[in-house]
Every structure is written in C-alpha cells, then in structure tokens.
C-alpha cells in the first residue's frame, strides 16, 4: 500500500489505509484508547480498522470490553471484525472487495478462491453468498455471541442503540394497546431512524384495519413502506366471529432504506408477499406466548436482509 494513501488521524502510532489499519511501533494503553475513541467517531469507520486495531490492542493490554462499554460499541461487532482481520493478513486484502466479500467467506478454507472469482465476475456480497451455497458448500460457521437482552421500556432504550442493518419486531397488537395510534407514532420513527440507509425492517402487526391504518399514517422518513406483507398460516385461527370472517394471517410492514441492496432472497416461494409458515403451535410443546412468531420466518427475513456481523435490532 503507498503511503500516499494512509491518514494518521488516530495519533502518530496509527496509520489508516483503505483495507488495514497499521500500528507502528509500541502503542500505550493510553494511545490506544485514544484511538478508540477517535475510531468510534467515524461514522463510517472500516470493518478493518476496528478489526487491526482490536487485534493489536488486545495482544499487547488484554480485552477489549471495558472500551467498548466505556464508548457504547458492541462487543459482538467488534469481536466479528476481528475474526475477519485475522483470517486474512494484510497482503491477502483484495482492495477492489469490500470487507463484506471477505467476511462472506473467512471461514472457507479457499477463501481466497471465491475472492478472486467475486473480484474476476464483478459479485455483490448478495451474489457471492448465493453462489456459494450453490456450490453445495454448507453455510460457513461464523463465531456468534449471545444476543443482547435488555429490560428496558422501548421508549428510553430505542435512542440508546446504534445504528443497525435490520430493525425485526413484533409491537403489542391494538388487542393490547387502549390508542393505538398515539403507541405505533410514539415508538416506530425513532425506531426507523436507527436503521441504516443500507439496512432493512420488518414489523409485525395485527391485521385489524384501525391497527394497519394507525401504522400507514406515520412518516417514515427516509424508509420506503415496499410492502405490506402477508403471514398467513392454516393450523390455527384468531378469535372467531358470527359477523365477520375469521383471521389466519398477520401483517408485516417491509420498509427499506434508500441504498438498500437487492434482497438475498434466491428461494422462489419464499419471493412472494404471501408468506406461508405455520404458527407456533401449543400441542408440540413450541408455543410460549399468544402472539409467538414461528423462528422460520424470523430466520427467513434475516437471511433475506443481512450479513454475518449486521446488526439486528427488536425493541420488544
């Protein structure tokens, strides 16, 4: 890498280059955090930087966790960082791929391989992903930490988040809530507001016509409403009715920010706005709550909407 192309804004001891962040000589504990903190205000900060920097900081002064805590960075991110940092030294880093590609496939051992064909046939992350599974290869283990569970009111805890790359949740229905209206305008614009231009969300609810209005009525910012997507499931109905038709599907409102990539969504049934998958259900012992949603179509959107390493968020 030319030197023409390295900052050193994060102290002398620090070098910023597109795919690396080089350390030179022997950093203080001091000159670490220092950098740190420097790092955790760039918005835009390489996957990289926290990655060589976490790494380098770790080998000399121990964990990382009370830094991260300290400036309200996740562990679990930068912890993803790392792996990928060390899966590939510094002279491997293809600079036209985007530490995304490379984070696709660390885990494989001929990583380098599908790099060179992404970086050869010009793939997305999405593409690259998708031809590896299918190339039988089954999905590469990726480290995972336990997700974060906080008992908090949604209100106090949404502003405190960073950003993410999907917001997947489930709000109480109008079933549970006196003014619905006054709930979902108190609860899903700053919430929208916490997902990246690049991300996606997902939002459960009831499919009660003042509850779908309450929600169509909010601004959503920068985030497109794309659909109103339909779960419907045959092995169990809402309550019933002598007036009115009996419900067997829940709304989800799919938004999508403004440089949203294409969905990673190869699987033909699974394209549709219909999504059919049955509902958790108490006699095989997997139901825990009335309004439970099966862990297929979580899992399903998750895959549709984001990398190992993203962010998910779900403020209930």
Same mark, same amino acid.
């Given at each position: 890498?030319?030197?023409?192309?390295?900052?050193?804004?994060?102290?002398?001891?620090?070098?910023?280059?597109?795919?690396?962040?080089?350390?030179?000589?022997?950093?203080?504990?001091?000159?670490?955090?220092?950098?740190?903190?420097?790092?955790?205000?760039?918005?835009?900060?390489?996957?990289?930087?926290?990655?060589?920097?976490?790494?380098?900081?770790?080998?000399?002064?121990?964990?990382?966790?009370?830094?991260?805590?300290?400036?309200?960075?996740?562990?679990?991110?930068?912890?993803?960082?790392?792996?990928?940092?060390?899966?590939?030294?510094?002279?491997?880093?293809?600079?036209?791929?985007?530490?995304?590609?490379?984070?696709?496939?660390?885990?494989?051992?001929?990583?380098?391989?599908?790099?060179?064909?992404?970086?050869?046939?010009?793939?997305?992350?999405?593409?690259?992903?998708?031809?590896?599974?299918?190339?039988?290869?089954?999905?590469?283990?990726?480290?995972?930490?336990? /997700? +974060?569970?906080? &008992?908090? $009111? @949604?209100?106090?805890? #949404?502003?405190?988040?960073?950003?993410?790359?999907?917001?997947?949740? !489930?709000?109480?229905?109008?079933?549970?809530?006196?003014?619905?209206?006054?709930?979902?305008?108190?609860?899903?614009?700053?919430?929208?507001?916490?997902?990246?231009?690049?991300?996606?969300?997902?939002?459960?609810?009831?499919?009660?016509?003042?509850?779908?209005?309450?929600?169509?009525?909010?601004?959503?910012?920068?985030?497109?409403?794309?659909?109103?997507?339909?779960?419907?499931?045959?092995?169990?109905?809402?309550?019933?009715?002598?007036?009115?038709?009996?419900?067997?599907?829940?709304?989800?409102?799919?938004?999508?920010? /403004? +440089?949203?990539? &294409?969905? $990673? @969504?190869?699987?033909? #049934?699974?394209?549709?706005?219909?999504?059919?998958?049955?509902?958790? !259900?108490?006699?095989?012992?997997?139901?825990?709550?009335?309004?439970?949603?099966?862990?297929?179509?979580?899992?399903?959107?998750?895959?549709?909407?984001?990398?190992?390493?993203?962010?998910?968020?779900?403020?209930?």
């Amino acid at each position: 890498m030319n030197n023409k192309n390295s900052l050193q804004i994060l102290g002398k001891n620090f070098s910023l280059q597109p795919n690396a962040l080089i350390v030179k000589g022997k950093p203080t504990e001091a000159a670490y955090e220092e950098a740190f903190k420097l790092l955790s205000r760039i918005e835009t900060a390489q996957g990289w930087w926290w990655g060589d920097l976490a790494n380098a900081r770790e080998k000399s002064y121990g964990s990382l966790k009370v830094l991260a805590e300290k400036y309200g960075k996740r562990m679990g991110s930068i912890a993803e960082c790392q792996r990928v940092s060390k899966a590939y030294e510094v002279s491997m880093r293809i600079e036209s791929l985007s530490f995304n590609h490379h984070q696709i496939a660390a885990a494989l051992p001929d990583r380098m391989t599908w790099l060179r064909r992404a970086e050869k046939e010009g793939w997305t992350t999405a593409e690259l992903a998708k031809q590896i599974r299918l190339a039988g290869i089954l999905p590469p283990h990726f480290e995972s930490f336990e /997700p +974060e569970i906080v &008992k908090a $009111d @949604c209100l106090a805890w #949404i502003p405190k988040q960073d950003i993410c790359d999907l917001l997947l949740t !489930d709000p109480p229905y109008s079933t549970e809530i006196s003014d619905i209206e006054a709930f979902a305008a108190s609860w899903l614009p700053p919430a929208l507001k916490k997902v990246k231009p690049t991300g996606r969300a997902y939002v459960f609810i009831g499919a009660y016509p003042i509850e779908i209005e309450a929600y169509l009525k909010i601004n959503t910012n920068t985030m497109t409403l794309a659909n109103v997507l339909v779960w419907a499931y045959q092995n169990t109905l809402g309550p019933s009715s002598d007036l009115d038709y009996n419900l067997n599907w829940q709304a989800v409102l799919y938004y999508r920010g /403004p +440089e949203a990539p &294409k969905l $990673d @969504c190869p699987i033909l #049934i699974e394209q549709f706005s219909v999504q059919n998958v049955n509902a958790p !259900d108490g006699r095989s012992g997997v139901r825990y709550s009335a309004w439970q949603k099966p862990d297929d179509l979580a899992e399903r959107f998750i895959r549709h909407s984001t990398k190992p390493g993203d962010l998910v968020l779900d403020p209930f």
